[in-house]
């Protein structure tokens, strides 16, 4: 038997297209770009994230010497968010990125690691979250949830199976 697997995602030209809230949210991860500390490989990734209660949360990517003790922006955020807002679940999480001196103008899908920490979220929270995707600058992409990124996923359902 043959089964098939679909997800559906939004895409709009730019960010003009979108809600004041969701505007506001990708502007944050376009300015917070510069915070990143990426000395290694010249990519500089920006997250904002709106919580349920309206709070904003920020992350950067944040690299090392030793490549792989890096952190994306995304889990850089998930990690600001838990220790300052621990019971506050995100709403919407905004993703942007530049080379360094460079422009961006195609959207940033998050890495497998961050998909599979993001879903941790959402499954402790009972909530999806929302993601918008784009470069500094051109289209936009808005996807409804973490899980829609990474069917079949590994959960603690699993190891408890
Ligand atoms: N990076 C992120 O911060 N988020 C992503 O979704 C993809 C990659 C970072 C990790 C590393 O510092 C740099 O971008 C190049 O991979």
């Known amino acids: 038997m043959i089964h098939q697997h679909s997800f ?6 730019d960010e003009l297209a979108l809600s004041e809230a969701d505007r ?3 502007h944050e991860a376009r300015q917070v770009t510069a915070l990143a500390y990426a000395p290694y490989s010249n990519f500089w990734v920006g997250a904002a994230a709106r ?3 309206g709070a904003l949360v920020t992350g950067t990517n944040q690299e090392n010497a030793s490549y792989p003790v890096g952190s994306c922006a995304e889990r850089v955020l998930l990690g600001h968010a ?8 995100i709403d919407t ?9 460079k422009s961006s ?6 890495c ?3 998909r599979q920490a993001l879903l941790e979220q959402e499954i ?4 999806p979250i929302r993601l918008i995707l784009s470069g500094m600058e051109g289209p936009v992409h808005i996807v409804g949830s973490a899980e829609s990124l990474l069917p079949f996923a590994f959960t603690g359902k699993g190891l408890r199976s």
């Open 124 to 127: 402790r929270f009972e909530r």
């Open 82 to 89: 838990a220790v300052r807002f621990p019971n506050d679940p």
């Open 24 to 26: 506001s949210l990708l």
């Open 112 to 114: 497998g690691m961050c």
């Open 93 to 101: 999480l905004a993703i942007s990125y530049h080379p360094k001196d």
């Open 51 to 53: 919580l349920v209660s």
């Open 8 to 13: 559906a995602y939004e895409e709009w030209p």
């Open 105 to 110: 103008q195609v959207p940033l899908y998050p």
